[in-house]
């Protein structure tokens, strides 16, 4: 499972960061070359970037967004992840929202069920003990990414990961909506 995860991280660094080195992600990842340049081929030949003298160029966001996307349903089919019923309140404090249920922080959907939500280890009992009432929403809990604490913003009292990242969860969780495509005009209209 480490070359999905691995992969997942090096699509999150070009969806934030955008345009970057080769060398930058070498060293970052600790990933052996022909890996990297498997993946970024891969990339390439979708029209998603292009490799230039060592030099990574981000062309078609939206597509790096659904190419990562379909990469994180892949890794939640076999990390499946622990699932709760919680008010997201109660677990705000130590969590980040992503997915759906941040999509209902950013009141782009009326309920937060059957979002995602990131958690570190050290947590879970935490977790469990307010999990054990069974009250709230149905939110799915994931360990296995401790990078996404590295990305993050406070909105309205909850962490959340940033938007291509809750983006990327959303459609790995199967969900597509017009909701997705009106944040990502947002987020292309912004930049």
Do not use: C
Request: no cysteine; proline share 3%.
């Amino acid at each position: 499972m480490r070359a999905p995860i691995l992969k997942e991280k090096i699509l999150r660094e070009l969806a934030v960061r955008g345009d970057t080195s080769v060398r930058e992600l070498l060293a970052r990842f600790k990933v052996n070359r022909p890996y990297l340049y498997r993946v970024l081929r891969s990339l390439e030949s979708d029209g998603v970037i292009v490799l230039e003298m060592g030099k990574v160029r981000v062309l078609d966001k939206r597509a790096l967004l659904y190419v990562w996307g379909a990469e994180k349903r892949k890794i939640f089919r076999v990390i499946k992840g622990v699932t709760f019923r919680v008010r997201p309140r109660e677990v705000r404090d130590f969590v980040v929202f992503s997915g759906t249920s941040a999509l209902w922080v950013l009141g782009k959907v009326m309920e937060p069920s059957f979002g995602t939500a990131y958690i570190r280890v050290e947590h879970f009992e935490k977790l469990k003990q307010i999990g054990l009432k069974r009250e709230g929403y149905p939110i799915r809990f994931y360990s296995y990414d401790e990078g996404v604490f590295n990305y993050t913003v406070n909105i309205r009292g909850y962490r959340l990961p940033v938007i291509e990242q809750v983006i990327a969860d959303a459609l790995g969780e199967g969900v597509y909506t017009r909701v997705i495509e009106d944040v990502l005009e947002e987020i292309e209209w912004k930049r």
